[in-house]
T-cell receptor, first 110, second 115 residues
Framework: SQQGEEDPQALSIQEGENATMNCSYKTSINNLQWYRQNSGRGLVHLILIRSNEREKHSGRLRVTLDTSKKSSSLLITASRAADTASYFCATDHKVGKLIFGQGTTLQVKP | DTAVSQTPKYLVTQMGNDKSIKCEQNLGHDTMYWYKQDSKKFLKIMFSYNNKELIINETVPNRFSPKSPDKAHLNLHINSLELGDSAVYFC??????????????FGPGTRLTVL
């Protein structure tokens, strides 16, 4: 399966702490994206990192990509209760098709 | 204004029935998608259309028939519904396919329950 795998499946932290989620995939990619899904809602795009990039920042988000290890990580710094959601990585292995990981469910306790 | 909208939000129906889900995007995007998310939150692409042309059909049973009357709309018709069709169906859109996948904009989802 080309499906990505995310680790951990669930994460619970206190507000103010950092949260790190990891994603691994199996075949070569063009881009890797991270999405957030709040409970009962659609997915929202967070950040896209291209295969020739190693790190990218957006506000409190930091994404790294290691194509040699076929892995990526998403770091959320100074987490807030509003960051409580599921986070998915997605990779494009061929034109027109995104493969999503199984997601990490993050709970941030106030 | 909602960028990607779907109707209905909830759909409860009996096995064997036929139902449709509608999707519209007002972003001017060329590409639209249908995804299925199961109870374990596993999200899988079903179809993608680019300028009304089918690009991806992920071995979905032919009971599922997408229709794109224009590039702003992508509807999903499901015949002879089965229990296993119960899931949340998401519509999404992106600018185009050139150079790889752009970020996708998702609709709010349609929760389908087959009894």
């Amino acid at each position: 399966s080309q499906q990505g795998e995310e680790d951990p499946q669930a994460l619970s932290i206190q507000e103010g702490e950092n949260a790190t989620m990891n994603c691994s995939y199996k075949t070569s990619i063009n881009n890797l994206q991270w999405y957030r899904q709040n409970s009962g809602r659609g997915l929202v795009h967070l950040i896209l990192i291209r295969s020739n990039e190693r790190e990218k920042h957006s506000g409190r988000l930091r994404v790294t990509l290691d194509t040699s290890k076929k892995s990526s990580s998403l770091l959320i710094t100074a987490s807030r209760a509003a960051d409580t959601a599921s986070y998915f990585c997605a990779t494009d292995h061929k034109v027109g098709k995104l493969i999503f990981g199984q997601g990490t469910t993050l709970q941030v306790k106030p | 204004d909602t960028a990607v909208s779907q109707t209905p939000k909830y759909l409860v129906t009996q096995m064997g029935n036929d139902k449709s889900i509608k999707c519209e995007q007002n972003l001017g995007h060329d590409t639209m998608y249908w995804y299925k998310q199961d109870s374990k939150k596993f999200l899988k692409i079903m179809f993608s259309y680019n300028n009304k042309e089918l690009i991806i059909n992920e071995t979905v049973p032919n009971r599922f028939s997408p229709k794109s009357p224009d590039k702003a709309h992508l509807n999903l018709h499901i015949n002879s519904l089965e229990l296993g069709d119960s899931a949340v169906y998401f519509c999404a859109s992106s600018q185009d396919l050139a150079g790889g996948i752009d970020e996708q904009f998702f609709g709010p989802g349609t929760r389908l329950t087959v009894l």
